[in-house]
């Protein structure tokens, strides 16, 4: 019965085109949402941030003051749906166990999962051990949630907005270097003039491709990965390239983006300066003149309040019927706005295989019935 609910809200909630670049139906999916929970006996809070974007704050009427407070994070806008559907991304369909359409995971998974488990609670007339604060937030894809993230307060965090491989209990960080090569502009009848700094730049690439290998080994960390790695290492690759103004012109300049992917026992800065310093000291071995800007960078976080692991690691245990793993997310995640003031753990439908921001996007109504009952079972958990 509960999962006939869950489902259907959320076909309700995909079905609303909330594209994040657009703000598209900010308001109307904020109060889709603020109705159904006021209807099903919460108490809502609606907030507008200073970017004029709305949020929704969803409590249990009967939920302990005293308790600790729980903030189960979520988000309403997704990204555009892009090329190759062979749906209406907006018309969700239920196939084989699984509900497509833009948001059906990334994150609607999370409001309709969350605001079922509240009402389970509500309708079965069970006792709250918590205070939960569920966040139904908008901007999340573009970044412009980032500031009111950051005025949440709560004891613990819990992010819905992630996989089902485990617990997750941090994320890496993210340095970016722009690292311009300059060489000397030229009729490209005459290259011997010139000094073309496209082949320069490449050699540059195959550096920092090469450096990637070696900083998978050698910069590990204690933490697992949810797939591909065992623990989680350091990344690196060159993302874009920018470069030449003709096509009868010797480039003058090359510009590339290098993406560094950080572990929670590194710093992002310190990872960029070392970056910095190993391409300023290649190009200067090969005569290459370069430019490196360091920035933007995130830090990697990682919980370590081993009471609440414990704790979330035994109520996912309960769940699962097997002991969970602990994991490290390979990505940033908005954990990252609340870890300064309160640990964050993340569970939730995003499995690696549900086409997030990609055509054809949906979600495994078990991994639904998964968060809903993770929710259910903090609710009800002195913590
Ligand atoms: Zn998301």
């Not at 309700?12 to 904020?30: A, G, M, P, Q, R």
């Not at 910095?276 to 290459?288: C, L, M, N, T, V």
Request: charged fraction near 30%; include cysteine; charge should be negative.
């Amino acid at each position: 019965m509960s999962v006939e609910y869950m489902v259907e809200l959320l076909k309700k909630l995909v079905s609303i085109d909330t594209t994040s670049h657009e703000h598209k139906n900010f308001d109307e999916i904020v109060k889709v949402v603020e109705e159904e929970a006021k209807r099903i006996g919460c108490v809502t809070e609606r907030v507008v941030d200073r970017r004029g974007l709305p949020h929704l704050k969803i409590t249990l009427p009967n939920a302990p003051r005293e308790g600790k407070k729980v903030i189960f994070l979520t988000h309403y806008d997704v990204v555009p749906p892009g090329e190759g559907w062979t749906i209406d991304p907006f018309t969700p369909i239920i196939k084989e166990g699984k509900v497509y359409g833009r948001g059906a995971s990334d994150d609607k998974s999370g409001i309709a999962a969350a605001l079922t488990a509240f009402k389970e609670v509500i309708d079965e007339g069970l006792e709250p051990k918590i205070f939960p604060v569920l966040i139904v937030s908008g901007g999340e894809e573009t970044g412009e949630s980032e500031e009111f993230y950051r005025s949440i307060t709560g004891d613990i965090g819990v992010v819905l907005d992630s996989g089902p491989e485990g617990l997750f209990i941090g994320a890496s960080g993210v340095a970016r270097l722009e690292v311009t090569v300059k060489g000397k502009q030229e009729h490209s009848a005459y290259p011997f003039k010139g000094k073309n700094a496209i082949y320069a730049a490449a050699k540059v690439v195959s550096f920092v491709e090469e450096f990637g290998k070696e900083l998978e080994r050698t910069v590990v960390s204690k933490y697992d990965a949810p797939e591909f790695y065992e623990k989680v290492p350091g990344r690196v690759s060159v993302t874009m390239i920018r470069g030449g103004v003709a096509p009868n012109v010797i480039p003058g300049e090359c510009t590339l983006i290098i993406d560094r992917r950080t572990i929670p026992e590194e710093r992002a800065k310190d990872a960029a300066l070392d970056l910095k310093r190993r391409i300023e000291e290649f190009a200067k071995r090969h005569g290459i003149d370069v430019e490196i800007k360091i920035g933007p960078l995130m830090d990697a976080w990682a919980t370590t309040d081993q009471h609440v692991i414990e704790t979330f690691k035994r109520i996912l245990g309960d769940i699962l019927g097997r002991e969970p793993k602990i994991l490290v997310e390979l990505g940033g995640t908005d954990g990252a706005y609340l870890i300064d003031r309160m640990p964050v753990v993340q569970f939730g439908a995003l499995r690696g295989d549900n086409n997030i921001h990609g055509p054809n996007e949906f979600v495994y109504i078990d991994d639904l019935v998964l968060v809903k009952e993770f929710v259910k079972r903090t609710v009800l958990t002195a913590i």
